[in-house]
Structure formats: C-alpha cells, structure tokens
C-alpha cells in the first residue's frame, strides 16, 4: 500500500523544460517499481517512463527517449520525470504510478496510481 501525490506540472511553451515529483507515503517506497503514465485528450493512457527498485534499470517511450529522464531518490520516497525540449504533443495529464512488478512489461495497470497533474505545452 502507498500513496502518490504528483506535483510540478503547468504551463510550459515548446522547447522548455519541467521536472515532475511524485511523492509516496510509506515505509516500504524502496520495494516499488515507478513509472510515469499520461493520457491526453481523446487518447489512451500511455506508458512514458519507469525505473526499478535500485534505479539500475529505466524503461522510456520512443517518443520521449533523449528528451525525458526518469529517476528516484529512495531516502525521500520521491521519483522525479525531468521533461526537457517539450513538445506540444506531450500535452496531458501525467500520472505516478508503482508497483512491485516491473511496470515496464505489466502495461496500464500498476497497483497504485496518483492523481495527476496537468502539463500543457504551448507553441
């Protein structure tokens, strides 16, 4: 059991940067897989980024691959997404997600999701 709370989304013009955090409750965050999902508008939810237990492994979407890093600092329960170069289409709401299994292989239904925060890229 763990509870997620993102933060750092807003408004952004393309070609700018943003750093998401997602802070988890509990004693246990360093048992969890992380992974960030978004779903925009009229699309489905998508898998953009996720990072094992120790951080030695990180799975990113080809769409967002040399633009997104992905990391976790355990002592602080916390996984970050640092967005750079932003596109209009990365526009969505972005959610935190964990799991005990890799979440890079499990698809859209991680044990636990966050409630989202807004990122919105203007052109």
């Known amino acids: 059991q763990v509870q997620l709370v993102e933060s750092g989304g807003g408004l952004v013009q393309a070609g700018d940067s943003l750093r998401l955090s997602c802070a988890a409750s509990g004693r246990t965050f360093s048992s969890y897989y992380m992974g960030w999902f978004r779903q925009a508008l009229g699309k489905e939810r998508e898998i953009v980024a996720a990072i094992s237990q120790d951080s030695r492994n990180t799975y990113y979407a080809d769409s967002v691959k040399g633009r997104f890093a992905i990391s976790r600092d355990n002592a602080k329960n916390t996984v970050y997404l640092q967005m750079n170069s932003l596109k209009p289409e990365d526009t969505a709401v972005y959610y935190c997600?964990?799991?005990?299994?890799?979440?890079?292989?499990?698809?859209?239904?991680?044990?636990?999701w966050g409630q989202g925060t807004q990122v919105t890229v203007s052109s």
């Open positions: 997600a964990a799991d005990r299994r890799r979440i890079d292989i499990i698809g859209t239904s991680p044990d636990y």
